[in-house]
């Protein structure tokens, strides 16, 4: 009997050690998701921001195009009324020219420095669009880095879950019903912890005592023991280095 309770408290670390493993990988996968999600919103955030700066280039650089254009037209106006000086024939006529290169200088010369301002803005778009462009591009390494090390976890983590599902089964077939339904239970109401490895007087689950005479019991593996406060089965296990009941050295 007592040989039958010890190898079913064995039973039951194992599988409890197989469930912690397999809730690691579900919780490995939902972390991908969760990340991969984060990232894609991140990125959605970036890219607008990009695209505003980018409307915000085209913008400008349209300006500047509308400014040369005018500059242009107003150079061409100018040397019209240049060429109009050997058909003049008096002296208002000559005054009216001038006043009217005078202007359309002057005019050239505002939209030449409205030109410049255009200009200076759009390098400032331009650098800012690059840098924002560079930040992306290390946002999205750094981004694919973290999802790449959660896959390579995930990776490992499914290298043996065929067998580990199968050890699970197979586990489960040695525990009795009742027993399944009580580790089941408590499992689902204990975040998935429903076997507690104890090495002292101490349930490391809920950090109740344990009293003295259960312990006495746990480290004889005689009997199945429960806390009285979290209800987790306890199974004792020696601490690296202690004697077990035997005398011999844990690991």
Do not use: W
């Not at 999802?147 to 490992?156: G, M």
């Amino acid at each position: 009997m007592e040989r039958m309770v010890k190898q079913t408290l064995e039973n039951l670390v194992e599988l409890q050690r197989i469930d912690e493993a397999l809730r690691d990988l579900r919780e490995a996968r939902t972390r991908l998701a969760g990340i991969e999600k984060e990232n894609q919103e991140s990125l959605a955030v970036f890219d607008k921001m990009l695209s505003i700066v980018a409307d915000r280039i085209s913008e400008t650089a349209n300006f500047c195009r509308e400014k040369e254009d005018e500059i242009r037209d107003a150079e061409a106006n100018i040397s019209r009324s240049r060429a109009r000086m050997n058909t003049i024939q008096s002296q208002k006529e000559l005054t009216a020219l001038n006043k009217e290169l005078d202007n359309a200088r002057k005019s050239s010369q505002a939209r030449a420095e409205e030109l410049s301002k255009l200009q200076e803005q759009l390098k400032g778009v331009e650098v800012d669009h690059q840098r924002r462009t560079e930040e992306r591009n290390k946002l999205v390494q750094d981004m694919r880095a973290i999802e790449s090390k959660v896959r390579d976890e995930i990776t490992v983590k499914e290298a043996g879950v065929n067998e580990l599902q199968d050890r699970r089964k197979a586990l489960l077939g040695t525990l009795s019903r009742e027993l399944v339904s009580k580790y089941e239970r408590i499992s689902k109401g204990r975040n998935g912890q429903a076997v507690i490895a104890i090495s002292t007087e101490t349930c490391t689950g809920c950090n109740i005592a344990v009293p003295p005479q259960v312990f006495i019991r746990l480290m004889r593996m005689e009997t199945m023991e429960a806390c009285a406060n979290c209800s987790r089965i306890l199974v004792y296990r020696p601490a690296p280095g202690a004697k077990d009941e035997t005398g011999s050295l844990s690991e």
